[in-house]
């Protein structure tokens, strides 16, 4: 307990929640690091494919870039409007929910929190690579690194909302300044050199330059707007007025990620820049426009920085969608239940852990993991637009034909996207990521199903007949022999209503005869009834004693209170049998059978 306050902080009251809302300033770091660190990698990805057909086929990495900055401009339009018509939140999932039914939505919810323990392994790899780029020697300690810059991302967002804003906005800001300067002065650089770009080394094509490699290229670099959902997830975490609030936070966080991605990729094309397995695209650039300077290593912390903050935005995410998901019905109820510094503190655990266990299979490399990003993300762009487009032709209202059009064709653009993506990706892993969509939505329909039933197996009948109540009450004791904790759960028992019994286990003559002297004694005069066990099997005999009992009579409840002896430490437990635990576990799913547990608590 005090390592937890150490390491979260003393817990908030529930009326602090409000202060707990953002401020834009503060909400562009936590909701766009995911989406604008995706600048550190996605020209680097479109170049990976283009290079395939040879050095001649990069002059395409300009026209790709394009299409997707015509996707970032769609998108953005399309999410504010979605922003401002649902001002709740949920984003994608509540859109489909309410205009294309549950399995719609339940479909894009499973691929958002697919996307959302991607965003985090690949953004760790990512921030690691940026690392190693600049430290070589950290290259063998890549997952080690992940691994602590997970921890350290989940310890502070369970500090909450706004405190982890604060203390990560420094070095988003900083990192968005060092990119936009590499940004100005690379293609300041390059528009006022005449002497244009520089031959770029020959390269041998593996390929042939077609359109189906061009498609993969765009698939690849559509991992720049994963994450640009983020916002319209957790409108309800900003101030007042919320949706205005937001939507101008999703404007700020398009404008910084359209101007470095598209200026990235410029200057990659410009200086013939080509991917490298021991460093990345950017860090090139940084050389090419900085040297090895203190600009240079700004740069580079600042990548770092960035990547790996923008797990923090699915750490934001997903945590809001599974408590949505939680109160419909679809995930366990923990997941919408508040911890103590006013976060879905399970949400954040359970996505860490996901995250930790997808970077160590895949060891830590970046260029593994991407092939599965991505997918899930457009899944949900291309429900949420045609949800949208659902509604205002269901709705209609103020200027609807032109929100119809901006959804109509953001619904068709994220659309083509998706099916380029998954045809492109299928082979190099993609269709892990729609077998998770599959068991995610069985386990969804489980749990609802689960709900359901408890629901239909504990409502009151509507007529207001009761059950009729047992008739008896047998009180059970299982004893071992006779201590200060036995007599201490007699004492108990002898104070509850109904017939008590203490039941033994024979499996030694001469101890059996001892306890039985002792119970004379210190019993009560309450019954002891010795069972016999061949084969020494003390709980079966105490599980057949009670199934024996409830056999004979249907209307009778058994009380079975449990003597138990709890060490001062928690370590002594190790050198006592759990006979106790055994019996709870074995008795607590048996049918008109109640259980006490009467502690005896050891002093040293």
């Known amino acids: ?204 094509e593996v390929e042939n330059l077609t359109l189906f490699l061009i498609l993969r290229s765009f698939a690849a670099g559509c991992s720049a707007v994963t994450g640009m959902e983020i916002v319209s997830n957790a409108v309800k975490a900003f101030r007042p007025p919320e949706s205005k609030n937001a939507a101008t936070t999703m404007l700020w966080m398009s404008a910084i990620l359209a101007s470095l991605f598209i200026g990235i990729s410029w200057m990659a094309y410009h200086h013939g820049i080509l991917p490298k397995t021991d460093e990345t695209v950017i860090s090139q650039l940084a050389h090419l426009t900085f040297g090895t300077g203190v600009i240079y290593y700004a740069v580079q912390i600042g990548t770092m920085a960035l990547l790996i903050l923008a797990a923090n935005g699915a750490f934001a995410g997903f945590p809001q969608l599974a408590s949505i998901l939680a109160r419909d019905g679809f995930m366990p109820h923990q997941m919408a239940t508040f911890g103590d510094r006013l976060v879905f503190s399970n949400g954040i655990v359970i996505l860490g852990v996901f995250a930790c266990l997808l970077l160590v299979v895949f060891e830590g490399d970046t260029h593994a993991l991407i092939p599965l990003y991505a997918i899930g993300v457009f899944v949900s762009f291309t429900l949420s637009q045609a949800g949208m487009v659902k509604r205002w032709l269901v709705k209609k209202g103020p200027h609807w034909q032109t929100k119809l059009i901006v959804n109509g064709v953001g619904a068709l653009t994220t659309g083509i996207a998706t099916i380029i993506i998954a045809s492109t990706k299928l082979t190099q892993g993609a269709w892990i990521v729609f077998l998770l969509i599959a068991i995610l939505l069985l386990m969804f329909q489980g749990i609802r199903s689960h709900y359901k039933a408890v629901t239909e197996q504990i409502a009151l009948d509507r007529r207001g007949e009761r059950p009729p109540l047992p008739r008896r009450n047998i009180v059970i004791i299982p004893i071992s022999g006779l201590n200060r904790a036995v007599v201490r759960a007699l004492d108990y028992a002898r104070s509850r209503p109904g017939e008590v019994r203490a039941v033994y286990v024979d499996l030694d003559p001469e101890e059996s005869a001892k306890v039985k002297i002792q119970w004379a004694q210190w019993g009560g005069g309450v019954n002891l009834i010795a069972l016999s066990s061949p084969y020494r099997s003390v709980l079966r005999s105490l599980l057949d004693y009670v199934e024996e009992v409830l056999e004979k009579d249907p209307n009778t409840w058994i009380t079975v209170v449990i003597p138990e002896i709890l060490p001062a430490r928690w370590w002594q437990n190790i050198l006592h049998n759990q006979r106790a635990l055994m019996l709870k576990a074995s008795l607590l799913f048996k049918d008109r059978v109640i259980l006490i547990d009467v502690p005896y608590h050891l002093t040293r």
């Open 1 to 204: 307990m005090i390592l937890k306050r150490w390491l979260v902080g003393d817990p908030l009251k529930t009326a602090q929640a409000r202060h707990e809302r953002l401020s834009k300033a503060i909400a562009l770091p936590i909701f766009s690091s995911n989406a604008i660190s995706s600048v550190a990698y996605a020209s680097e990805e479109i170049l990976l494919v283009l290079v395939l057909a040879g050095a001649a086929a990069v002059t395409w990495s300009i026209p790709v870039s394009l299409a997707i900055l015509f996707l970032i401009l769609v998108l953005t339009i399309s999410y504010r409007q979605i922003i401002y018509e649902y001002p709740e939140g949920g984003g994608a999932y509540v859109v489909a929910r309410s205009n294309l039914g549950d399995k719609p939505a339940l479909v894009a919810a499973a691929a958002l929190m697919i996307d959302y323990v991607l965003t985090v392994a690949v953004s760790m790899a990512a921030g690691i690579a940026a690392l190693t780029s600049a430290v070589p020697s950290l290259f063998i300690h890549r997952e080690a690194l992940g691994l602590v810059a997970i921890l350290f991302i989940i310890v502070m967002n369970l500090r909450g909302v706004r405190e982890s804003g604060k203390f990560f906005a420094v070095p988003t800001y900083f990192a968005i300044v060092a990119l936009g300067l590499l940004v100005v002065v690379g293609t300041v650089r390059s528009l006022s050199d005449p002497t244009g770009s520089p031959p770029i080394a020959s390269l041998a």
